[in-house]
């Protein structure tokens, strides 16, 4: 199994440009997840998917943030237009039954630096 | 609404030592779910334990164990004869079962350990 797969690993970009990041969920899992990690404010929930339909966005910092999930086996975060404060680290990750108490598994996560 | 609590900023230990990590969690829900995820300094995420709210039973594994506590809220990891290689940042995270959340982690702001050889 190739666990959770994100592109890209890093990612740098100018101020006011899309940024668009991709995630692979492990085949099977019901449950997806975007997370930011930044110093300041720790691992943050962004929003859940389950079976391909968001249950809760309330985690997006504002309308330049949006997420789909399209089918079972992808998803994308999109920052639109970017600003130097979203530099951070975003995972995804995803759980087979999230809601039955399993765990999450993380992909390695892109480090996003907005210049 | 939950909330996880780790109380540890940061913790340094000599290699041998044990160590015990703390998290407290809140939670109106009768059923919940109890995590610890280890972050090596790599980056990535990775799952250690699981525990639900019936089970209080102790676990060891090697020279991990976890004591949760329902009476004080509390899910603490301890490391027995610390390595190196145990130097990470953990995270206590903590998952509703019933309700809107169910599901949805929230994880505590993570204990940085550092093992000093």
């Known amino acids: 199994d190739a666990g959770v797969i994100q592109s890209p690993r890093h990612e740098v970009t100018e101020m006011g440009q899309e940024v668009t990041l991709r995630c692979k969920p492990i085949s099977g899992h019901n449950s997806l997840f975007w997370y930011r990690q930044t110093m300041m404010r720790g691992l943050e929930l962004l929003i859940y998917f389950n079976n391909n339909v968001p249950i809760d966005d309330s985690g997006m910092p504002e309308d330049r943030f949006s997420a789909k999930m399209p089918n079972a086996s992808f998803s994308t975060l999109k920052i639109q237009p970017s600003e130097p404060r979203d530099s951070a680290v975003y995972f995804c990750?995803?759980?087979?039954?999230?809601?039955?108490?399993?765990?999450?598994?993380f992909g390695q996560g892109t480090r996003l630096t907005v210049v | 609404a939950q909330k996880v609590t780790q109380a540890q900023t940061e913790i340094s230990v000599v290699e041998k030592e044990d160590v015990t990590l703390d998290c407290v969690y809140e939670t109106r829900d009768t059923t919940y779910y109890l995590f610890w995820y280890k972050q090596p300094p790599s980056g990535e995420l990775v799952f250690l334990i699981r525990r639900n709210s019936f089970d209080e039973q102790n676990e060891i594994s090697g020279r991990y164990s976890w004591n949760f506590q329902k009476s004080t809220s509390s899910f603490n990891f301890t490391i027995t004869a610390s390595q190196v290689v145990d130097s990470a940042v953990y995270f206590c995270a903590l998952s509703e079962a019933y309700n809107t959340n169910a599901g949805k982690s929230t994880f505590g702001d993570g204990t940085t350990l550092t093992v000093k050889p």
């Open positions: 990750a995803s759980s087979p039954l999230a809601d039955r108490g399993t765990e999450a598994f």
